[in-house]
C-alpha cells in the first residue's frame, strides 16, 4: 500500500513539474517583485538570485513577467532577469542535496554491509559450532557401534553358553537315568545271588543229614 501511494505521489510530481513551466531568478544579488509591470508599482518582495519562480505570463510591451513565489505571492518582475534553466547557486543548491542523498544512501548502504558481516560471522560461528556438534556426534555413534558390538558378542556368547547349558542338562539327565538303571539292575543282582543263596543253604540242609546217616551205618 505504501509503495502504491509513493508511485502515485510521483507520478502526481511529474505531472504537476510537466504542467507547471517555472522561471529563475538569474546571478544577480536581488530581483524586486512589483504589483505590475512596471517601476512605478509598489514593491512586494525582493528576491534573492537563483530563487526560483511559477511562471504566469510575459508582458513583452512592458518587459516584464508576471510569476508566483512557492509560497503564493503574485508579481511582476523584470523578464531579462528571468532564466528558463537553474543559475549557478540554484545548481549549487541541488548538487548540495544530491549530495546529500548521496551521502546518506551511502551511510544505508555501509550499516547493511555492516549488518551483513556481523550476519556471515555469525553463520560461520554457527558452521563451526555445527562442525564441533557433528565431530561429537560421530564419536559417539562410533562408541555406540562399539557397545553395540561388544553386546552382540556377548549376547551370542550367551546363545552359545545356554546351549551348552541345555546340552550339558540333558547328558546329567540321561546319566542320572541310567545310574537309576544300574542301581536297580544291582538289587535285582543281589536279591537273586541272596535267593541263591537262599536255597542252596535249604539243599545243604537237607543233603548233609542223610548223608551223615549213611556214614554212621557204614561204621557199625
Known amino acids: 500500500m505504501k509503495k ?12 504537476t ?7 529563475y531568478v ?28 511559477i511562471f ?24 531579462r532577469f528571468l532564466e528558463k534553466e537553474p543559475v549557478a ?17 551511502l551511510e544505508t548502504a555501509q550499516t547493511q554491509k555492516a549488518e551483513f558481516q556481523a550476519e556471515v560471522e555469525k553463520l560461520k560461528s ?9 565431530t561429537d556426534l560421530e564419536k559417539e555413534l562410533e562408541n555406540i557401534k562399539a ?7 556377548l549376547d551370542e556368547k550367551a546363545k552359545k553358553l545356554s546351549q551348552r547349558n541345555q546340552e550339558l542338562e540333558i547328558q546329567v539327565e540321561a546319566l542320572t537315568t541310567e545310574n537309576s538303571q544300574l542301581s536297580d539292575n544291582r538289587q ?24 551223615r546217616g549213611k556214614k554212621n551205618t557204614g561204621w557199625s
Open 147 to 153: 557397545i553395540s558390538s561388544n553386546a552382540l558378542a
Open 56 to 79: 504566469v505570463e510575459e508582458d513583452e510591451a512592458t518587459g516584464y513577467t508576471r510569476v508566483k513565489t512557492d509560497k503564493g505571492l503574485e508579481g511582476w518582475v523584470l523578464t
Open 26 to 53: 538569474t546571478d544577480t544579488l536581488w530581483l524586486q517583485l512589483r504589483s505590475g509591470p512596471s517601476q512605478e508599482y509598489r514593491i512586494l518582495k525582493a528576491l534573492q538570485s537563483g530563487e526560483h519562480l
Open 188 to 211: 535285582q543282582t543281589y536279591i537273586l545271588y541272596g535267593g541263591g543263596l537262599v536255597i542252596i543253604g535249604i539243599i545243604a540242609g537237607l543233603i548233609l543229614p542223610s548223608l
Open 89 to 105: 547557486r540554484e545548481k549549487l543548491i541541488l548538487a548540495n542535496r544530491e549530495l546529500e542523498k548521496v551521502k546518506a544512501e
Open 17 to 23: 513539474a510537466n504542467a507547471v513551466e517555472k522561471r
Open 126 to 134: 554457527e558452521r563451526s559450532g555445527l562442525g564441533r556438534e557433528n
Open 4 to 15: 502504491i501511494l509513493l508511485t502515485l505521489t510521483l507520478i502526481i510530481s511529474a505531472a
